[in-house]
């Protein structure tokens, strides 16, 4: 379910929606950057719902759910290991198209 402007409702309760928070944080230049987001997501009360969002959305870029993009690519791998997933979203092995 999403609002007006196409926003998921959870969105509403993010902690990134706060004003306080610099939405840039979000999109590091590297992995090794993505500390200061990851700590805002770790008190985020729609944690969970956000990272179920960007692996069904596959959303290959900035943090997610506290979760880089390698991470969430990592999660995915072990998704199809274990047959979670078809054949959703992009993987560490980049045999994808992207
Ligand atoms: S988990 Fe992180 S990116 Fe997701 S809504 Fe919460 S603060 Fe924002």
Do not use: H, K
């Amino acid at each position: 379910m999403s609002d007006a402007a196409g926003f998921p409702r959870w969105g509403r309760q993010a902690a990134c929606a706060d004003d306080e928070v610099d939405a840039a944080i979000f999109f590091p230049e590297s992995e090794s950057e993505s500390e200061q987001a990851v700590r805002v997501c770790r008190g985020c009360r729609v944690r969970l719902t956000c990272l179920e969002f960007a692996l069904d959305t596959d959303q290959r870029y900035g943090i997610w759910g506290g979760a880089t993009p390698l991470e969430r690519a990592r999660l995915l791998d072990v998704g199809r290991e274990l047959g979670l997933f078809d054949d959703v979203g992009w993987s560490t092995s980049g045999s994808d198209d992207q």
